[in-house]
């Protein structure tokens, strides 16, 4: 029964992902109708507010995150999912009824706040699930945002426009509403002095009563992971005493505590080596390069088809990182994702094969990189910090992600108008010299690849073992 429910509530709690898949998905079904003379607004868009259209969202996610990292030790978890799941419902209640341009892009721009969800729903699910089933909860995070794309092609591919917004705000609503399930975590409720509230917390994810040997071993957890060692600047054995660690501030605390730094570079540094391997520009371009490989399929049925290997993808590794562990699925993911990009980026150079095998080298790679390197970051950053910490350490290194993933999109195209042609590719079709910018994907992977195999050890964040036993980062994850 505990196991349960704690898959149900990290079911609700995934629909914030869902939400934001939904909301970055929208643009692509709407930005013919916003551009064209028989526009539903007041006036067709122009093409800068077309550009705004899909980057406001963006843009809103990358404010929002700081603000998050703060609000997550204020309001607590549950709250915070609550608070920015009242953004899209007030943006689409405004697009349900207005007409003027302005309010549309700035409806957009306020549901982006939602995208601060790759922060708070990891942490929330990290903090409620049992070890056992840990990893694979907190992996979906990537299977409901895959989940929101597929529902929002389909619905913007065969629904009007005004029967698209009231579903888009009966969704949102729904997740507001189901919110009221879930509990706080006990993890947050520990942090700020109120046990008993943590005991209940932690009896009804689990199904025990307060007295049950399992809900004993959890607080005594907590006490433990809210009490670290400072094993590098400490004799070993000596904890910092809870009042002495009330005095430190978040940076005094993170200056005092190593392995917390450590922690934060081999985050840092897997998020975004995921991120430069590529997948968000294949999702960008993904509708032009199955078209061109398949015209004879319907666009809107590939690009569906697309999003549904992504989502398995999902699936797969949320099943794989518990059973295998996060360092194999992280590394065979890069090393695949290497050789895809290779034969893709020479394909798209030299045609050396019929276009169709394009098409599957397309799903193929977004397969191998969904599949653990676009997941495995995500469980990481959630398991990796202490208490104390994981809030601020987790706002810097999601909002790293977002900025990169931003700067990216910005520096695409000009890179590639610089670069050129492909030698192989005819012009018009696809994006020019995208091959170039492949290749350059497949180092990535074999980077983020190479790095796991040299600084992480077997067995690492198998339930965050290293800090939650009292380790040091060095023994219990990584090594130099």
Not at 177 to 201: T, W
Not at 208 to 232: A, C, H, M, T, Y
Not at 356 to 372: D, N, P, Q, R
Not at 442 to 449: D, F, I, K, Q, Y
Request: proline fraction near 4%; charged fraction near 10%.
């Amino acid at each position: 029964m505990g196991v349960f429910r704690q898959i149900y509530c990290a079911v609700i709690v995934g629909c914030l992902c869902l939400n934001l898949g939904l909301i970055l998905a929208w643009p692509s079904s709407t930005i013919s109708l916003f551009s064209s003379v028989n526009t539903t607004l007041d006036r067709p868009m122009t093409e800068m507010e077309i550009t705004l259209l899909g980057s406001l969202s963006s843009i809103a996610a990358v404010i929002g995150t700081p603000l998050t990292g703060v609000l997550l030790d204020l309001l607590g978890r549950k709250y915070c999912c609550i608070l920015f799941s009242l953004a899209p419902v007030v943006s689409w209640s405004i697009l349900s009824f207005a007409r003027r341009v302005e309010l549309v892009l700035l409806s957009v721009f306020v549901s982006g706040l939602v995208g601060t969800s790759f922060m708070i729903v990891p942490n929330f699910i990290n903090e409620f699930s049992q070890e056992s089933i840990r990893g694979t909860l907190t992996a979906t995070v990537n299977i409901f945002f895959g989940l929101g794309i597929i529902v929002s092609y389909f619905l913007g591919g065969f629904w009007s426009y005004d029967v698209l917004n009231y579903v888009y705000l009966t969704i949102f609503t729904v997740t507001i509403i189901l919110l009221a399930l879930v509990r706080e975590s006990p993890v947050h409720l520990m942090k700020k002095g109120l046990e008993k509230e943590a005991v209940e917390s932690i009896c009804f994810y689990r199904s025990e009563k307060p007295n049950s040997k399992i809900v004993l071993q959890e607080i005594d957890n907590l006490r433990r992971n809210l009490n670290p060692q400072f094993g590098d600047t400490q004799p070993e054995g000596e904890a910092l005493k809870p009042e002495s660690a009330k005095k430190l501030t978040k940076w005094q605390f993170i200056r005092k505590h190593k392995p917390t730094v450590r922690g934060f570079f081999i985050s840092f540094t897997l998020l975004n080596l995921a991120v430069f391997q590529g997948l968000i520009i294949v999702q960008v371009y993904a509708q032009v390069l199955l078209q061109d490989t398949l015209p004879s399929i319907s666009a809107t049925w590939t690009t569906m088809a697309f999003g549904f290997v992504n989502v398995i993808s999902a699936v797969v590794a949320a099943y794989l990182i518990d059973v295998f562990g996060r360092r194999p699925v992280m590394i065979y993911s890069s090393l695949f994702t290497c050789v895809f990009c290779i034969l893709l980026g020479s394909h798209l150079q030299l045609l050396w094969a019929p276009s169709w095998l394009a098409a599957a080298l397309i799903f193929l790679y977004c397969a191998t990189v969904t599949s653990g390197a676009n997941v495995v970051p995500f469980v990481v950053v959630a398991e990796m910090f202490l208490p104390e910490v994981r809030g601020v350490m987790t706002m810097l290194i999601i909002e790293s992600g977002w900025i990169f993933n931003f700067l990216i999109l910005v520096i695409f195209n000009p890179l590639l108008a610089a670069v050129g042609m492909g030698i192989g590719t005819p012009r018009g079709t696809v994006p020019p010299r995208y091959s170039f910018d492949l290749l350059l994907n497949s180092r990535e992977g074999t980077v983020g690849g190479l790095f796991v195999s040299m600084c992480v050890v077997r067995g690492w964040l198998v339930a965050s073992a290293g800090l939650r036993s009292g380790w040091s980062l060095r023994e219990g994850w990584g090594h130099w």
